[in-house]
């Protein structure tokens, strides 16, 4: 999107050594429970409900269903190693549907539907105790205050975030500056406009067109610096993989005006890190009238790991959830010697031998 020329003399430097927000991104299988219950900077678990069946891929298994801010994650009662997490932005629809659950029999299920690295997933969860819709509620509430609050953690570009010339702030947002002249480097002549700095985000848009504009959350960040260029010294800001991996440039005079701008967008970024507003805010019925303590992951109950989740078959794992691409043709055919056939293509993570087990194997040797 911004371009700052090659060769150019690295000023100054505030690298943000921050983990990307994988968790409302991805769909991961099998990690271990230390590793699925984690909960990162910000994430927050909002309800955790036992005796959920995995319908489609654990069918006939006790489990837990932990409902945070930015993914659901289900893990097994009795076996550590079987779990999923689903990130909230992979999930393209939420609905119900009848399902034959073989520890509850023919009963209404949480139906998701999900696409992650271009593969499509389906998810059914059940609860096993009778007439409680709590899952329902829950999962879909929070689904639905994800959708909502999106300009909490993703970049937006030519949005309509002004009115007027001033910012819509987001609920507990908070504006602590507003910086003009603040020239943006995205074309040869640059455009003048002005900052907005808040404690979420950093907004620009331009003087002669304010839905020419830039609203970008403080962890999509992954560096702030000064450096030297064909304009003289300007700011870049630098985003992570999530966001677009783009580098974006400003001018702002004089000198000692870029210096403070981007130490006062350091600080509130450090800041920012330590305890992320992701804008996910969802309280159910049942806490609200019971005073219900969440259990927090320190609470939550031990379990023997006893395998790791490189060990499980992650291939079967896909193959229990994962569904045929729709609107797509087929892979073209190859020929496989194991089995003397023409097979069509198989997806990354398949093998012809890990389709046609039964029980996964492991490397153990």
């Given at each position: 999107?911004?371009?700052?020329?090659?060769?150019?003399?690295?000023?100054?430097?505030?690298?943000?050594?921050?983990?990307?927000?994988?968790?409302?991104?991805?769909?991961?299988?099998?990690?271990?429970?230390?590793?699925?219950?984690?909960?990162?900077?910000?994430?927050?678990?909002?309800?955790?409900l036992e005796f959920i069946?995995?319908?489609?891929?654990?069918?006939?298994?006790?489990?837990?269903?932990?409902?945070?801010?930015?993914?659901?994650?289900?893990?097994?009662?009795?076996?550590?190693?079987?779990?999923?997490?689903?990130?909230?932005?992979?999930?393209?629809?939420?609905?119900?549907?009848?399902?034959?659950?073989?520890?509850?029999?023919?009963?209404?299920?949480?139906?998701?539907?999900?696409?992650?690295?271009?593969?499509?997933?389906?998810?059914?969860?059940?609860?096993?105790?009778?007439?409680?819709?709590?899952?329902?509620?829950?999962?879909?509430?929070?689904?639905?205050?994800?959708?909502?609050?999106?300009?909490?953690?993703?970049?937006?570009?030519?949005?309509?975030?002004?009115?007027?010339?001033?910012?819509?702030?987001?609920?507990?947002?908070?504006?602590?500056?507003?910086?003009?002249?603040?020239?943006?480097?995205?074309?040869?002549?640059?455009?003048?406009?002005?900052?907005?700095?808040?404690?979420?985000?950093?907004?620009?848009?331009?003087?002669?067109?304010?839905?020419?504009?830039?609203?970008?959350?403080?962890?999509?960040?992954?560096?702030?610096?000064?450096?030297?260029?064909?304009?003289?010294?300007?700011?870049?800001?630098?985003?992570?993989?999530?966001?677009?991996?783009?580098?974006?440039?400003?001018?702002?005079?004089?000198?000692?005006?870029?210096?403070?701008?981007?130490?006062?967008?350091?600080?509130?970024?450090?800041?920012?890190?330590?305890?992320?507003?992701?804008?996910?805010?969802?309280?159910?019925?049942?806490?609200?009238?019971?005073?219900?303590?969440?259990?927090?992951?320190?609470?939550?109950?031990?379990?023997?790991?006893?395998?790791?989740?490189?060990?499980?078959g992650v291939s079967n794992t896909?193959?229990?959830?994962?569904?045929?691409?729709?609107?797509?043709?087929?892979?073209?055919?190859?020929?496989?010697?194991?089995?003397?056939?023409?097979?069509?293509?198989?997806?990354?993570?398949?093998?012809?031998?890990?389709?046609?087990?039964?029980?996964?194997?492991?490397?153990?040797?």
């Open positions: 999107m911004l371009f700052i020329w090659p060769h150019t003399q690295l000023i100054s430097n505030t690298t943000m050594d921050l983990f990307e927000t994988w968790e409302d991104q991805e769909i991961q299988f099998d990690l271990s429970i230390s590793k699925a219950l984690k909960m990162r900077n910000g994430e927050k678990i909002i309800d955790r069946e995995d319908t489609k891929g654990n069918s006939g298994d006790k489990g837990v269903l932990v409902i945070t801010n930015l993914r659901t994650i289900w893990h097994s009662m009795t076996l550590a190693r079987i779990s999923l997490s689903i990130g909230y932005n992979c999930i393209q629809d939420v609905s119900t549907r009848i399902v034959n659950s073989r520890l509850k029999g023919i009963t209404e299920a949480i139906y998701i539907q999900a696409k992650y690295n271009g593969l499509r997933y389906e998810f059914v969860f059940t609860n096993l105790i009778p007439g409680n819709t709590r899952h329902f509620t829950s999962f879909i509430g929070v689904f639905k205050a994800y959708n909502s609050s999106r300009l909490y953690r993703e970049l937006k570009l030519r949005g309509a975030i002004l009115k007027n010339g001033r910012l819509r702030l987001l609920m507990f947002e908070k504006m602590y500056s507003a910086v003009n002249g603040v020239w943006n480097l995205s074309s040869e002549q640059g455009n003048l406009g002005t900052f907005i700095v808040t404690n979420i985000r950093l907004v620009w848009y331009a003087e002669s067109n304010e839905t020419f504009n830039i609203s970008l959350p403080y962890i999509h960040i992954n560096s702030i610096k000064i450096r030297e260029s064909k304009f003289g010294e300007v700011l870049v800001i630098e985003t992570n993989g999530y966001s677009g991996a783009f580098t974006l440039g400003f001018r702002i005079d004089p000198k000692d005006r870029l210096r403070s701008v981007t130490k006062e967008l350091s600080s509130l970024f450090h800041i920012h890190a330590q305890s992320p507003e992701f804008g996910v805010h969802f309280v159910t019925t049942d806490q609200i009238e019971s005073n219900e303590p969440i259990l927090t992951p320190s609470t939550l109950p031990n379990y023997d790991e006893f395998e790791d989740e490189n060990t499980i896909l193959a229990a959830y994962s569904v045929s691409k729709t609107g797509k043709e087929d892979g073209l055919p190859q020929y496989d010697s194991t089995i003397g056939l023409a097979i069509e293509t198989l997806p990354d993570g398949y093998t012809m031998a890990s389709l046609w087990e039964v029980i996964p194997s492991t490397n153990n040797k």
